[in-house]
């Protein structure tokens, strides 16, 4: 079945400690992949996306990400949490010819502890 | 510049009653969007205007649901009769057509259906 998944629900890090939050899909074609950030009290923020090139890519923050194909993933990192990154990090996918159409994954809760 | 903003923030009705949702995109962006995320699930897509017209409604759950875009501008999300299931967090995010890749999103109007 077509899905995104995040495994992790909850993650606890200390400010100033490296972050990765994991995404896979599994779909018959690779999709376009997209995190989104949604902190307390606000609306889901694009962070960053990949279409197709290099498969790093910079987003807002401070954040990147990684696509790997051979492992369907897309992992998210930040070398060095601050506390206001504590928020709720979704990943998506969606197709070239609906791209506004989003598949979200579940959600990975982000606590950042002093 | 006005972000995407969504009407009520906070509604609680009884089972049985009516409530109207509504989104207000950035001025210009003819594409709009609603998504609905209900307790411990995944985000989900319920459609996508383009101007006035419905280009996809494929993920409206069933008739009690009614969007409407009068005139291209605002949306409005229409729950007639509310039913327990249909409780959650309804988010709206709009884009301008031509541009691909980033969807702005509205905090969300949380839906209590008791």
């Known amino acids: 079945a077509q899905s995104v998944t995040q495994p992790d629900i909850h993650i606890t890090v200390s400010e100033g400690a490296s972050l990765e939050l994991r995404c896979n899909y599994s779909?018959?074609?690779?999709?376009?992949l997209f995190w989104y950030v949604q902190s307390p009290g606000q609306g889901l923020q694009l962070l960053l996306k990949y279409f197709s090139g290099d498969t790093l890519v910079q987003g807002i923050k401070g954040f990147e990400a990684e696509f790997k194909r051979s492992q369907s993933s897309f992992n998210l990192r930040k070398p060095s949490v601050h506390w206001s990154d504590a928020a709720e990090y979704f990943c998506a996918v969606a197709f070239y010819d609906s791209w506004g159409k989003l598949q979200f994954g579940a959600g990975t809760q982000v606590v950042v502890t002093p | 510049e006005a972000g995407v903003t969504q009407f009520p923030s906070h509604s609680v009705i009884e089972k049985g009653q009516t409530v109207t949702l509504r989104c207000d995109p950035i001025?210009?962006?003819?594409?709009l969007y609603w998504y609905r995320r209900v307790m411990g699930k995944e985000i989900k897509f319920l459609l996508h205007f383009v101007k006035e017209s419905k280009q996809d409604e494929s993920g409206m759950p069933n008739n009690r649901f009614l969007a409407e875009r009068t005139g291209g501008t605002y949306s409005t999300l229409k729950v007639q009769p509310a039913e327990l299931e249909d409780s959650g967090v309804y988010f709206c995010a709009s884009s301008l057509t031509g541009a691909t890749g980033e969807l702005f999103f509205g905090e969300g109007s949380r839906l209590t259906v008791l």
């Open positions: 779909y018959g074609a690779t999709p376009y």
């Open positions: 001025s210009g962006h003819d594409n």
